[in-house]
Each structure stands twice: as structure tokens, then as C-alpha cells.
T-cell receptor, first 112, second 115 residues
């Protein structure tokens, strides 16, 4: 099975940088996703990592270490609109299996 | 369509009644997924489709839950004899193929309340 851990809540200041960590314990690995979910809305895709290293996309970056079962999402130049829940998801390692297992999410509050 | 469409957006039903939730994925997306999310919780996997077949039904909570997909497009999730613990937001998502790197595109969900 898959076990995914994220902090429940984080608070940061507008303009600052915040790092949201995700650790996972799985019997295999086939890709890790980050999603953003604003209150009352559906999740939206942010990033995908399957190889070790950093993937940068504008103000958002995601890092993966497969040997450590660890990922983080880095948000720079925080804006108020970044207040949301951030979900880490690991794809089922079985060949041709598409489902992802989601963590419970990290609720980020950005303060002025 | 341009996005994933789910209907109804809200459903209030009496305990013991059956409900049908509908999902219309993005045109051309071969993979379709059903998740549910209880208040303040993460997403719980229910079932996914590759084309019209469902390789993994392991997430369906009980035999009261079933789903089908026809024509490689629209999917319906049926819950029979609803219980209060079935109350949640049911999210449908699609992706181009089962193992693509673009993640899921989610619909806005159906908020189910069983009273």
C-alpha cells in the first residue's frame, strides 16, 4: 500500500517563501504529483516528478528524492491567493495502473 | 467538452434511496477516475476506468457502490440504499491516458448529503 504524510497546516507571510514537505512509504514508485485546492473547489494540477531533482515552474518548484521517499513543494513570492490546501499524490507503482493515492493535504494560510 | 463536467452539483437524498452521479470527461481522455472527499479530509480513491473497463475497483467501499462507463466517455457512479456515511463530495477526474504526466483534470464535484 501507500502511506503519505504531510503537515496539516502552515502559515506564511505574503512575499515570503514556504516549503511544504511530503514523505511517502510505498512498495514501489511511479510518479508524484502536487495539486492545489482552494476551499470549496476541485483540486488543480501543479507539478509532476518522476526523477530525482527539482522541477521549476514560475513561482512554484517541486523536488523529489526517491531514495528518501521525500518531496517538497516550494512556493516563492507568496501571494494571498496562494492560501489553499496543497495535496501530495503518489501514483500506483503497478504497470498500467493509473490511480494515485493522496495525502490529507496541507492547508496554507498566507497573511499580509 | 472543454472541462470535466459533473452533475448534479448538489444532491440531498433520504437515507435508503439510490442516487446516480454523472461525469462527462474531457473529450479524448481515455482514463477516468472517481474519488470522494469528506469534509477536511484527503481524497479517497473509489474506482478508475481505462476506456470502458475498470481495472481497479478496490476503492469501492461496499457492494452498494457501482460504476460504469460507456462509449469511452460518460461515467455514472451509483450508490444504492444510501447511508449517512456516504455524505461527501464525489469528484471525477480524467487524464489523457492512464500513465501520463499531466495529472488529473478534476470536475467541480457532486456534493452528496444523505439525511
Amino acid at each position: 500500500g501507500q502511506n503519505i504524510d504531510q503537515p496539516t497546516e502552515m502559515t506564511a507571510t505574503e512575499g515570503a517563501i514556504v516549503q511544504i514537505n511530503c514523505t511517502y512509504q510505498t512498495s514501489g514508485f511511479n510518479g508524484l504529483f502536487w495539486y492545489q485546492q482552494h476551499a470549496g473547489e476541485a483540486p488543480t494540477f501543479l507539478s509532476y516528478n518522476v526523477l530525482d531533482g527539482l522541477e521549476e515552474k514560475g513561482r512554484f518548484s517541486s523536488f523529489l528524492s526517491r531514495s528518501k521517499g521525500y518531496s517538497y513543494l516550494l512556493l516563492k513570492e507568496l501571494q494571498m491567493k496562494d492560501s489553499a490546501s496543497y495535496l501530495c499524490a503518489v501514483r500506483d507503482p503497478r504497470t498500467n495502473a493509473g490511480k494515485s493515492t493522496f495525502g490529507d493535504g496541507t492547508t496554507l494560510t498566507v497573511k499580509p | 467538452g472543454a472541462g470535466v463536467s459533473q452533475s448534479p452539483s448538489n444532491k440531498v437524498t433520504e437515507k435508503g434511496k439510490d442516487v446516480e452521479l454523472r461525469c462527462d470527461p474531457i473529450s479524448g481522455h481515455t482514463a477516468l477516475y472517481w474519488y470522494r472527499q469528506s469534509l477536511g479530509q484527503g481524497l479517497e480513491f473509489l474506482i478508475y476506468f481505462q476506456g470502458n473497463s475498470a481495472p481497479d475497483k478496490s476503492g469501492l467501499p461496499s457492494d452498494r457502490f457501482s460504476a460504469e462507463r460507456t462509449g469511452g466517455s460518460v461515467s455514472t457512479l451509483t450508490i444504492q440504499r444510501t447511508q449517512q456515511e456516504d455524505s461527501a463530495v464525489y469528484l471525477c477526474a480524467s487524464s489523457i491516458e492512464v500513465r501520463d504526466s499531466y495529472g488529473y483534470t478534476f470536475g467541480s464535484g457532486t456534493r452528496l448529503t444523505v439525511v
